[in-house]
């Protein structure tokens, strides 16, 4: 008796057991005393999709759901998850390319732009006129803008480090 015990404590020790504790009859994820939801369900699959451990039913879970997010940025987050564990998630990328405007963005915002890039790639699609929206202008000196005609917030200023290609907050 001591022995399982030892094991099942140090197996919900790991990251992957932790998150498999986390795991709900029906696939989803849930905190504990929360509600099972798309989002955390999406980010524990790409958590154990990474660590090379079973994801359960969560990829049947999340194609369950693809009709019920609300924000763009779900779909794009899910459509990531769902293209990690193997699937080719069609409806979602439809939306996500629904939501690109003409100059590049895709849905309201910066974040909403970067995920599509993201879930877009995974799934072999061209997201080329995005990738340029998302990059900041640079300007030659001074911070970077991520909107055009508005001055950068003092808070989302970003510097270029020099002699590199990454961006760093000021």
Not at 17 to 43: I, M, N, R, S
Not at 69 to 74: M, N, R
Request: net charge positive; hydrophobic share 40%.
């Amino acid at each position: 008796m001591g022995v399982r015990v030892l094991l099942a404590v140090v197996v919900a020790a790991t990251p992957a057991g932790f998150l498999h504790a986390h795991q709900q009859p029906g696939g989803g994820f849930a905190e504990a005393g929360g509600a099972v939801g798309p989002e955390l369900t999406a980010w524990a699959a790409l958590g154990l999709q990474a660590a090379g451990a079973d994801t359960g039913g969560a990829l049947q879970y999340l194609q369950a759901r693809e009709n019920a997010l609300p924000e763009i940025t779900d779909a794009e987050l899910v459509a990531v998850a769902e293209g990690a564990l193997g699937r080719q998630p069609a409806v979602l990328l439809d939306r996500i390319r629904k939501a690109q405007r003409p100059v590049g963005r895709i849905g309201p915002n910066v974040n909403s732009t970067v995920w599509g890039i993201l879930a877009l790639r995974q799934s072999g699609a061209p997201a080329l006129s995005a990738d340029r929206r998302a990059r900041p202008q640079v300007q030659s000196r001074g911070p970077a803008r991520w909107r055009t005609g508005r001055r950068p917030s003092p808070r989302r200023r970003c510097r270029r480090n020099e002699g590199t290609s990454v961006w760093t907050a000021a």
